[in-house]
């Protein structure tokens, strides 16, 4: 699974999340930061509350909290989502995952000159570095 770190630095590079069933998230800075959540029947289910999108906790009572504003949670994509983001971003441009005794590498080939690499000890975490990579790419600079 991908760390919260990493989740944290692709939400802070503006990384969109578009809460669906079995998603995984945290919720940090309300004393449950190391419990991770999925969105299914119970107990977090996606809902409105006056006008926003709030992820609604029922069935646990021992909690003082009906519900949170999805944005305070911080998405744990899959490896499979984070492939499919880095695809979306890259539609022409080969992406490859090897395996190697040091772990995962995630590869760019913009061109066949023309390649960046990424390495971690999980394909999330190879994946996730390539997709912050990319959406620095698009972030503006400040002059």
């Not at 969109?16 to 004393?31: K, Q, S, Y």
């Not at 190391?34 to 609604?56: E, H, K, S, Y």
């Not at 998405?75 to 772990?103: M, Y």
Request: proline content about 6%; hydrophobic content about 45%.
């Amino acid at each position: 699974m991908l760390s919260v770190e990493t989740a944290r630095k692709l939400k802070a590079a503006g990384l969109e999340w578009h809460p669906a069933l079995h998603d995984f998230f945290v919720i940090p800075e309300h004393g449950l930061d190391d419990r991770i959540f999925v969105i299914a029947d119970l107990p977090a289910n996606l809902a409105i509350f006056q006008g926003q999108q709030v992820f609604t906790f029922e069935g646990a009572a021992e909690w003082a909290m009906d519900h949170i504003v999805t944005t305070e949670a911080v998405w744990l994509p899959t490896e499979s989502q984070l492939r499919q983001a880095v695809e979306a971003r890259t539609p022409d441009t080969p992406v490859l995952l090897s395996i190697s005794p040091d772990g995962y590498e995630c590869s760019i080939v913009f061109r066949p000159d023309a390649a960046v690499s990424f390495r971690a000890t999980s394909a999330e975490e190879a994946y996730a570095q390539a997709l912050l990579f990319l959406l620095q790419r698009q972030q503006p600079t400040s002059a």
